[in-house]
């Protein structure tokens, strides 16, 4: 079974292939930036301590639905990614969880195994190891999980598999969706902890300034 890679994550042991897909509106105008259009995105990695190790760019009118990437760069990024041996996947784009959830898929099926995150993923991740005090810890969690939510459905859908390969789908009630469900109560529980949390030390803190 091809586990689906997305896990608790340590990104200052990884190594990683930038992929960025360059369209005729998002385009830079800066000449340093169509001289190293990734240079902001390994900037980032290097910030979350992410070691890069290669690099893929695709000029596209449009993105691909499914991918994002073209199907041909899809295969070249597999391709990448087992001859660098790379341990993860930097999109400067931001992706659907639909998205992720099928590349991954074509990339695992060409052995091509991976944690995939986009860039926003890759700023809460810097934002997270960088907030020192407990009211910016809260917001970086909140943040975090906000993110995260609307991707479950993509981070399971392997679980879906175990009842004899059919994908986690509207009608089904595999292990795969089970999950889902508990994974959604469970981040909107801790959400809601969080933000009353965060409220507390907000007010605390109006009361101090108040205070003084």
Same mark, same amino acid.
């Given at each position: $079974? ?6 608790? $994550? ?12 360059? @369209? ?12 190293? +259009? @990734? ?8 910030? &979350? ?8 760019? =695709?000029?596209?009118?449009? +993105? ?12 070249? *990024? &597999?391709? @990448?990614?087992?001859?660098? %041996? &790379?341990?993860?996947?930097v999109f400067d ?5 639909? !998205?992720?959830?099928? *590349? ?50 993509? $981070?399971?859908?392997? *679980?879906? !598999? ?26 909107? %529980?801790?959400?809601l902890a969080l !933000? ?5 030390? =907000?007010?605390? %803190?109006?009361?101090?300034? !108040?205070?003084?």
């Amino acid at each position: $079974m091809n586990i689906n890679p997305r896990e608790e $994550m340590n990104l200052r042991a990884e190594s990683a292939v930038l992929v960025a897909v360059r @369209l005729p509106q998002g385009r830079a105008t800066a000449p340093s930036d169509h001289e190293d +259009p @990734l240079a902001e995105l390994r900037a980032l990695a290097e910030s &979350a301590g992410v070691r890069t190790v290669g690099e893929l760019i =695709q000029n596209r009118e449009k +993105p691909r639905g499914k991918t994002y990437l073209g199907k041909g760069k899809v295969d070249e *990024l &597999a391709q @990448l990614v087992k001859e660098l %041996k &790379a341990t993860l996947i930097v999109f400067d784009n931001e992706l659907s969880p639909s !998205q992720i959830q099928e *590349l991954e898929k074509e990339l695992g099926s060409q052995g091509a195994s991976a944690k995939l995150i986009d860039r926003s993923e890759l700023i809460l991740d810097i934002f997270a190891h960088r907030a020192s005090t407990r009211q910016a810890q809260l917001q970086v969690e909140i943040a975090q999980l906000e993110y995260t939510a609307p991707r479950l459905r993509a $981070m399971w859908s392997h *679980l879906g !598999q175990v009842t004899g390969g059919s994908p986690v789908g509207v009608g089904t009630r595999g292990p795969g969706e089970q999950q889902l469900e508990i994974d959604r109560r469970l981040v909107q %529980k801790r959400l809601l902890a969080l !933000q009353r949390e965060l409220a507390e030390v =907000q007010a605390r %803190k109006r009361r101090e300034v !108040q205070e003084r």
